[in-house]
């Protein structure tokens, strides 16, 4: 399957983080994914944004090809929950990622609002942040700004050598 | 069925073998069975079908869910609609979600298997109650060839629209499926049944694309079907952002049905608001109604309806009964007072227009009460028709086939989604929204409309905080009204309306102006280091 990542627009700020924005394999919305990718490049953040459906496989290839300081999982559907559990398992299993904040938010079940519950098996499962509806964005523009500055601290921490 | 809705309503289509009406106006060789005729008969009846989106993974509560929808206090058609897995092909997530017991978004007809479907339909689904497939798939095969093995007949879709807003899959793959599953369905002739096919082409996005591509998508996506063999289809709409818009873009629609489909059975389907919903139960109330009322004026045939759960997680059977029998009500009631909403649409922008245009909504109205079953409107046209028969043109121009010539028109961006992540969309092509409500282009990218419906540039939907206000100008507009009851409804301001309103011509509103809200799903603060601006160009 074709690959399919939306070109980056806007000017990012150099300290800027390098974010994935994404849903996963059974999620076809993409207005949530457009708003959150506009919204990032806002605040000066540069995005990938993986589009519809995205196939656990080219979803952890891509994280670990641009390894990003943030991946950001956005799924409205009602399967997001157990599709989350099941992805962040996988991005925690490569190496590369096992440290980058990753987070999810959205509509993850079927009926209504999130529960402390669902939410604590998803810290849990590994994500660092859950952003289910209401109020989430706001809560959400702090997490992401609490976050070490992007590129040259990333690369450093993450030892590459690489300074982007 | 317990018969028509109670009140003015003329009485439910009796639906006996041989009873049909000859000649419906409109639609050509009407079937003598199935979901095609079904609609024919209550259409020439004068009522409105009404079917919900309904779909559970318990086949018990399905079965109920189908139950309630025939036994629901309207004429009603009834729904299955998959879950996601099932959609986009993942039945080992389909079959692992039901044996762990992990609630799915719809009926995952591949994975149950026939015999527990049969099950399902067993004495609910007949010729009194027919069933439709609803899923959302670009590669559908696997889902025709299950629904085919129970003996349903009747779903829905189609190769651009359940491939670009729906799935990454290259359109040139989801019209070689969709072919093969038209081909499919169509095989069933043979079998002495009339399978039936509704476009999704009048929904794309749901929210946020102009009417003249969703009507072309929509015959487009038609066409493709009657040359796939299919002769029983139906045409969608979604009801936007202004009832003005709409009502023209339903005459448009219905219109070139009838010219580009003559020799098929056909009817006209608008779908109640598919993009972000009003958060209280009266403001989706009151959108649903609206929708209803729009069905009647503008002569759809069938309305799906959306339920007051719609903004927040998968409605409840209550909640989809309830929202059936608020729409036939609302149908009923508009249907009741032809005269009332025929008259004010004499006022066409043009002077010398208006003495023929007032003659001919005269004959409206009293065509309307003399024969139900015939819609005839009289509205102005703002160039939604002259912009759909030039992409439906330009399209049909690059290649005999259809699928083929969709192919081409994509690549082209003869046809360009707004907004559409799809590698296979230009992504050039961006829209306004009014402050009335009304769609308008502020890019057509490569399609060919530029200049067709007048009135110079429009201002773009700029950054992050105004796609949220765009998206949400619907909701805000209808949870609005239900909290002020004294708000003027759109009816009422249609009907009210001294001329159709116009973006240039704020006089023309009834209703005040009111000072901006804030829109009810959270706008983040401005703090944006970058200039808010519009979403570039999605090239993949
Ligand atoms: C538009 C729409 C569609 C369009 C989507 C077009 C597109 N390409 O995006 C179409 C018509 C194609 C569609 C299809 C379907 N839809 Co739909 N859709 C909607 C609708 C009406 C609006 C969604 C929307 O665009 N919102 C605008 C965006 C900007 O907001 P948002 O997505 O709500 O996200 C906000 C927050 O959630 C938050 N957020 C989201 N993600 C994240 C992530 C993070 C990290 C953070 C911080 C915040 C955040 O930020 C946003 C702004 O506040 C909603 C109902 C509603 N809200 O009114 C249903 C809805 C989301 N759909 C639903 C479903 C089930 C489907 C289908 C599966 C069909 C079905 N069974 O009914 C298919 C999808 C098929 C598939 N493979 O998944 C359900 C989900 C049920 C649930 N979760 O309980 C809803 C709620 C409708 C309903 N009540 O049944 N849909």
Redesign the interface.
């Known amino acids: ?7 980056q ?5 150099p300290t800027g983080l390098d974010v994935i924005v994404t849903t996963m ?4 919305h ?2 949530n ?3 959150l ?3 990032l ?4 953040h540069r995005v990938t ?1 993986l ?4 196939p656990d496989e080219l979803l952890v290839a891509e994280c670990c090809r641009i390894e990003p300081d943030l991946i950001v999982l956005s799924s409205v ?3 997001g929950f ?1 599709d989350g559990l099941r992805v962040v398992e996988a991005l925690r299993a490569c190496p590369e990622l096992a440290g980058t904040p990753t987070v999810i938010g959205g ?1 993850l ?5 999130g529960t402390p519950a669902r939410q604590r098996a998803l810290l849990t499962a590994g994500f660092d942040g859950v952003f289910e509806e209401g ?4 809560d959400f ?1 702090s997490f992401v700004g609490s976050l070490p500055a992007g590129s040259g601290s990333r690369a450093l921490t993450a030892g590459s050598g690489v300074l982007l | 069925m317990t018969g028509g809705p109670a009140g003015a309503a003329p009485p439910a289509p009796t639906i006996l073998p041989g009873g049909l009406p000859a000649g419906l106006p409109g639609a050509g060789a009407v079937p003598a069975s199935g979901f095609g005729a079904f609609v024919a008969r209550a259409r020439a009846a004068g009522v409105l079908v009404v079917q919900p989106r309904m779909g559970m993974a318990d086949p018990l509560r399905m079965r109920d869910g189908l139950r309630a929808t025939r036994d629901a206090d309207a004429v009603t058609v009834g729904t299955v609609t998959l879950d996601s897995y099932t959609r986009t092909g993942d039945l080992d997530a389909a079959r692992r979600a039901l044996a762990e017991g992990v609630g799915l978004n719809g009926y995952p007809i591949a994975t149950h298997c026939a015999d527990t479907t049969r099950t399902v339909l067993q004495g609910v689904m007949d010729a009194r109650f027919p069933v439709q497939v609803r899923h959302g798939s670009a590669m559908p095969e696997h889902i025709v060839r299950a629904l085919l093995a129970v003996g349903l007949d009747a779903t829905e879709g189609g190769p651009v629209s359940y491939c670009l807003p729906y799935s990454r899959t290259p359109l040139r793959e989801a019209v070689t499926a969709w072919r093969r599953s038209c081909e499919l369905l169509a095989s069933m002739r043979e079998y002495g049944s009339e399978p039936h096919l509704e476009t999704f082409g009048g929904c794309l996005m749901g929210q946020l694309c102009p009417p003249s591509l969703l009507i072309a998508v929509s015959v487009l996506e038609a066409l493709f079907f009657r040359q796939h063999g299919l002769t029983s289809v139906s045409l969608s709409y979604a009801q936007q952002a202004d009832p003005r818009q709409d009502e023209e873009a339903l005459t448009v629609l219905a219109r070139l049905a009838g010219e580009l489909l003559p020799d098929v059975d056909h009817h006209v389907v608008l779908y109640a608001y598919m993009g972000v919903f009003p958060r209280s139960p009266g403001g989706a109330r009151l959108l649903l109604e609206d929708a209803a009322r729009l069905a009647v004026r503008a002569g759809a045939a069938r309305l799906i309806v959306k339920t007051t759960a719609e903004a927040h997680r998968i409605p409840t059977v209550g909640e989809n009964v309830r929202a059936l029998e608020t729409a036939a009500a609302a149908a009923a009631d508009e249907r009741a007072r032809p005269a009332l909403s025929a008259v004010p649409r004499a006022c066409g922008p043009g002077t010398a227009a208006t003495a023929a245009a007032t003659a001919a909504a005269t004959a409206a109205a009293t065509a309307a009460t003399t024969a139900a079953a015939t819609a005839v409107a009289v509205v102005p046209d703002t160039g939604i028709e002259a912009e759909a028969r030039a992409l439906i043109g330009a399209v049909l121009e690059l290649d005999t086939d259809v699928g083929r010539a969709l192919v081409r028109a994509f690549a082209a961006g003869y046809l360009d989604v707004p907004y559409c992540l799809h590698p296979d969309n230009a992504g050039r092509a961006r829209t306004s929204l009014a402050p009335d409500g009304r769609l308008l282009w502020s890019s057509v990218g490569s399609m060919p409309i530029a200049g067709l419906a007048a009135d110079g540039p429009r201002p773009p939907i700029l950054g992050s905080a105004g796609l949220i206000s765009a998206l949400s100008h619907v909701q805000r507009t209808y949870d609005d009204r239900a909290a002020d009851p004294s708000a003027p409804t759109a009816t009422a301001e249609v009907t009210a309306a001294a001329c159709p309103p116009r973006p240039h011509l704020p006089q023309c509103r009834t209703d005040p102006p009111r000072p901006p809200e804030p829109p009810r799903t959270p706008v983040p603060p401005r703090t944006t280091s970058t200039p808010r601006r519009e979403l570039g160009p999605t090239t993949p």
């Open positions: 399957m074709e690959q399919h990542a939306v070109e627009h806007g000017k990012a700020e394999a059974s999620d076809s993409t207005w994914l457009v708003f990718q506009l919204l490049e806002e605040l000066g944004n589009g519809a459906c995205v559907n009602g399967h157990h509509k079940g079927i009926s209504g609002s109020g989430s964005v706001l523009q």
